[in-house]
């Protein structure tokens, strides 16, 4: 990591599968505190480690200002969200309130606190719209034919970022499909936690659609390592990049590769596509990350669920005690 400031950091949604693979990666570089913040709606305690540097505050992220938070220059990663698509069609005020106003609440904070940078987690689906059979890039025009609550608060907290953007230095990274260790099944949650449950539990594997849709899979770590580069890359300020890897993985695959790794006699299901669904393709274009910020992600989908079937094994008593609880 380069010289920019990354001794004091806060973690919005810090107890998540991505801020808490953050947390650990920024306490192994040598910070000296770290300040999360996280109401555990999502999130989960047990996957913090156990530091005298760190600072859990269990509160909404919209009450940022109101909690006494004394850093000096910090970076601030913006991780809290309302998650995901489905949830947002579900409850949109719910979404509206900590993708919106909680996006809104920490950069008014980190203007008038004097933070370094704001790392902002957008989203890959939440600028470009629907439809595009070619890789995302960021400089695609802003579509207004969005399908969801969560891809319309997702691309309203970029408008904050470029509003608060001559206050404080702000850089949007736009994830695709993150997945890894950390990430827990449920109703709401990512399709490879919900079918490495649903294979070691020799469950049917649902796919909703024909199998043919594709996504771009990022295995956790390297977009940690991409959020790290975006708090780091002087040239990186007022940009937005895209974190994802370039390349396309068909779900049905997906799911096969699942069912192997975990040596599991599932079968494959199919459901109709969900009515907001109208992405049958989705691929970064990772170009601008690479020349700004010497991004490079070298994961691939295989060897990442491999790491996080291991992780499930390792870690099935706590989270099937979690799931339980979810429900």
């Not at 555990?40 to 540097?53: A, I, M």
């Not at 499909?177 to 539990?201: C, D, K």
């Not at 796919?207 to 771009?216: A, K, L, P, V």
Request: net charge negative; charged share 20%.
């Amino acid at each position: 990591m380069s010289a920019m400031n990354l001794s004091n950091a806060i973690v919005t949604g810090g107890a998540g599968a991505i801020g808490s693979r953050l947390v650990h990666r920024l306490l192994e570089s040598g910070a000296d505190s770290v300040v999360v913040i996280d109401d555990l709606s999502s999130g989960y305690e047990w996957l913090l480690p156990k530091d005298s540097r760190l600072k859990l505050i269990r509160r909404d992220v919209c009450d940022i200002a109101a909690l006494g938070i004394r850093l000096k220059e910090p970076t601030v990663f913006h991780l809290a969200a309302f998650f995901a698509n489905q949830n947002s069609v579900d409850h949109p005020f719910d979404d509206l309130h900590t993708n919106g106003k909680g996006t809104l609440a920490v950069l008014d904070w980190a203007a008038k606190n004097d933070a370094s940078r704001v790392v902002y987690a957008s989203a890959g689906c939440s600028i470009a719209g629907h439809g595009i059979d070619a890789p995302i890039h960021e400089d695609m025009p802003v579509s207004l034919h969005l399908d969801t609550p969560y891809q319309i608060t997702k691309a309203l907290g970029e408008f904050y970022c470029n509003y608060f953007g001559k206050q404080v230095s702000t850089v949007r990274c736009r994830f695709f499909n993150s997945f890894g260790p950390g990430e827990l099944p449920g109703r709401y949650r990512n399709v490879i936690p919900n079918f490495i449950w649903a294979a070691m539990n020799e469950e049917p594997i649902v796919i909703t659609g024909t199998g043919q849709e594709t996504r771009d899979f990022i295995f956790v770590d390297d977009l940690v390592q991409g959020l790290l580069l975006a708090a780091t890359t002087p040239g990186a300020n007022g940009q937005a990049v895209n974190l994802g890897t370039g390349i396309q993985t068909r779900i049905l695959d997906l799911a096969e590769t699942i069912v192997r790794t975990c040596q599991s006699r599932s079968r494959i299901e199919f459901a109709p596509r969900r009515d907001w669904d109208h992405s049958p393709r989705r691929q970064a274009d990772i170009s601008r990350a690479r020349a700004c910020m010497d991004f490079s992600p070298s994961v691939d989908v295989a060897h990442g669920i491999f790491r996080t079937v291991d992780w499930f094994a390792r870690n099935r008593a706590r989270i099937d005690e979690s799931v339980q609880v979810a429900v």
